[in-house]
């Protein structure tokens, strides 16, 4: 695999981890019980931490590389595995 394939499928999946972290741990100022500010809005996050965001998003997107080049490296699921949702000749018989 070329690395610059491997930079565009890293950050892909840095992209979709991001949206899969994002609400995670995230509370309200009224969940936290906090005073909001006048004119502010009602889901506006109280306790937004972006390093620890940027962290898990980097740690699961990581992992998530690692399957997905584990797999292409080592061949575990090709496109012959979903071979049974195709219907073949066998098929239309009827």
Known sequence: MNWT???AIYALFWV??????LPIGVRSY???GMEKVPGQADGVPG?????????RT??????????F???YVYGWIDR???DFLIAGPEASAD
């Not at 979709?16 to 972290?21: H, M």
């Open 5 to 7: 394939s491997i930079i």
């Open 16 to 21: 979709l981890s991001a949206f899969v972290i």
């Open 30 to 32: 009224e969940e936290l």
């Open 47 to 55: 306790n937004f931490r972006p390093g620890l965001i940027l962290l």
């Open 58 to 67: 980097t740690l699961l997107s990581a992992a998530a590389f690692g399957v």
């Open 69 to 71: 080049y584990a797999n």
């Open 80 to 82: 012959h595995t979903f």
